[in-house]
């Protein structure tokens, strides 16, 4: 059964061809796909050295992972780490994934079959936003850019056409990053990175709690305000805009539920958007590293959730479970 929804990566709208008021189409470049999105996928106080290894043997090709980069000021390098405390122990995000990866790409580079292209999506979380982080990232994406996926940088902001390369790096709406990641870029120099749409306005001002209790009200074009811009390319969300409280305080999974979360995908998608929702877990408590937070408390209340968010067509489903996730993924297709 593949999934329903176009949920496609590589967007060309029609404001691209001259036409700013007709709605986004997708490209025929990429075929429609659910990414199992690996959550949190680094070392983390002396837990999960496995992450990106357990990861990268769930699937023979595609796989979207999620580094958290801090800078180290001392080492003058982005570096992986949840914490923004630093010990000096953390790996550099240069060694932890790109040299990690470097054989993977290449190979998909000698093949020349773009067809399933990209076949990795880098998530970069910024925990912090220093010019001198946003530079550094700028360039080691510079050396690594025979591999990315990138579009022209044009002066207007309506969505270009993907060149495609084995990978494809997405982040969020972080400060400052759309000034260096886009606004900086020449005209006809390449977009190395692609972020997220704004917040709805007033959405920061709020306790976390509050918003958290609020978000399940929210209608879909106020949580997603704006569609797809050349370097705004997806939006990010948790799943307490889908369930109330999000996986600890959910209840049974309803049709209710499922109609909100087709609404949702359904209003990204009609805007050229990809759409993201974090982080899906259903699980005994561990000393794994897993949050909480995120805990639907048993594989069997995960299991519905990641069947329906697979049926409705989201792009990214966030979960800790890497390998669980895979083969629901793999029974559904079949």
């Not at 023979?60 to 001392?74: F, K, M, N, P």
């Not at 020349?112 to 550094?136: C, G």
């Not at 590293?289 to 329906?308: I, K, L, M, Q, T």
């Not at 067509?313 to 993924?329: K, L, N, P």
Request: charged share 20%.
């Amino acid at each position: 059964m593949r999934a329903a929804g176009w949920g496609v990566m590589g967007i060309l709208v029609a404001a691209a061809l001259g036409e700013a008021s007709a709605p986004a189409q997708p490209s025929a470049a990429w075929t429609p796909r659910v990414w199992l999105h690996a959550h949190n996928c680094y070392p983390d106080e002396g837990r999960g050295a496995d992450r990106l290894a357990r990861a990268l043997a769930t699937t023979r090709g595609t796989l979207a992972i999620e580094q958290d980069v801090v800078w180290d000021a001392r080492r003058r390098q982005p570096v992986v780490s949840h914490d923004t405390d630093l010990d000096g122990a953390e790996p550099t995000l240069e060694a932890h994934f790109f040299e990690a990866l470097a054989p993977r790409l290449d190979r998909a580079l000698a093949a020349r079959d773009t067809s399933a292209w990209p076949l990795v999506v880098l998530h970069l979380d910024f925990k912090t936003n220093e010019p001198d982080h946003h530079a550094a990232i700028w360039a080691l994406l510079g050396r690594y850019e025979r591999w990315l996926t990138t579009a022209p940088r044009v002066a207007s902001s309506a969505p270009q056409p993907f060149s495609l390369g084995p990978l494809l790096v997405l982040t969020e709406q972080g400060e400052g990053q759309e000034r260096v990641f886009h606004d900086a870029v020449p005209v006809g120099g390449r977009l190395r990175l692609f972020g997220t749409v704004p917040a709805p306005s007033g959405a920061g001002d709020e306790p976390p709690e509050v918003r958290m209790a609020k978000a399940v009200a929210i209608a879909p074009d106020v949580l997603i305000p704006s569609g797809a811009t050349n370097y705004r390319r997806w939006t990010n969300h948790a799943w307490a805009v889908v369930e109330a409280g999000g996986p600890p305080r959910a209840g049974a999974w309803t049709t209710a539920d499922f109609g909100r979360l087709r609404d949702l995908v359904a209003r990204a998608h009609s805007l050229g958007l990809w759409l993201r929702f974090y982080t899906l877990n259903g699980h005994e408590p561990n000393d794994a590293g897993w949050s909480e937070g995120y805990n639907f408390g048993a594989p069997e209340a995960v299991r519905p959730r990641w069947h329906a968010a697979i049926e409705a067509g989201v792009d990214f489903i966030a979960t800790d479970q890497y390998e669980a996730f895979s083969e629901a993924r793999a029974a559904i297709a079949r």
